[in-house]
T-cell receptor, first 113, second 114 residues
């Protein structure tokens, strides 16, 4: 497929569990972004990678959130000790350049019980 | 800090009606402007974008948007909507000096009745 893919599409976690969300960007895209979309809201920026370098993580809501992109392609967003307020759709996007046009994936819907 | 306001949260129209969705942003510097659309069950897709030049931007599926700098607005318009335009529409901006970070509005849900 030519688009951004994310897995899993749905994740249910018990409070306190750790989760890992995967993003496969469009091949060759240098820039990769993670956004969090709460119910009824627009996406909110979490973090940005240029190749393997994490250039901005200012949107990560707490130190329980960690993102990596070790080889400059696939990225993983990890949430430790999940809380109910972490329930949201997590969107990944990629871009061939500095985010002028971001292509979004389908998102992972995380529900924390 | 940048922010984006979409004042219409829910809009219901009949087919062939005209559409205008409001978007205002708050930022003192130069911005790029976007409208994204999310059709039911699908991912966010770019509808149109403005970087510079002609403030009237035409996008896909007959949509257009006008950038009015003095009003900090970037309203989305379509002369005649179709049932297939039922979707959620998001306005977004990024600052030219941090162009990787999109700031989104809260979205407008559009329902077009056949």
């Amino acid at each position: 497929g030519a688009g951004v893919s994310q897995s899993p599409r749905y994740k249910v976690a018990k409070r306190g569990q750790d989760v890992a969300l995967r993003c496969d960007p469009i091949s060759g895209h240098v820039s990769l972004f993670w956004y969090q979309q709460a119910l009824g809201q627009g996406p909110e920026f979490l973090t940005y990678f240029q190749n393997e370098a994490q250039l901005d993580k200012s949107g990560l809501p707490s130190d329980r959130f960690f993102a990596e992109r070790p080889e400059g392609s696939v990225s993983t967003l990890k949430i430790q000790r999940t809380q109910q307020e972490d329930s949201a759709v997590y969107l990944c996007a990629s871009s061939p350049n500095q985010g002028y046009q971001a292509f979004f994936g389908p998102g992972t819907r995380l529900t924390v019980l | 800090a940048q922010s984006v306001s979409q004042h219409n949260h829910h809009v219901i129209l009949s087919e062939a009606a005209s559409l205008e969705l409001g978007c205002n942003y708050s930022y003192g510097g130069t911005v790029n402007l976007f409208w994204y659309v999310q059709y039911p069950g699908q991912h966010l897709q770019l509808l149109l974008k403005y970087f510079s030049g002609d403030p009237l931007v035409k996008g896909i599926k007959g949509f257009e948007a006008e950038f009015i700098k003095s009003k900090f607005s970037f309203n989305l318009r379509k002369p005649s909507v179709q049932w297939s335009d039922t979707a959620e529409y998001f306005c977004a901006v990024n600052a030219r000096d941090s162009s990787y970070k999109l700031i989104f509005g809260s979205g407008t849900r559009l329902l077009v009745r056949p």
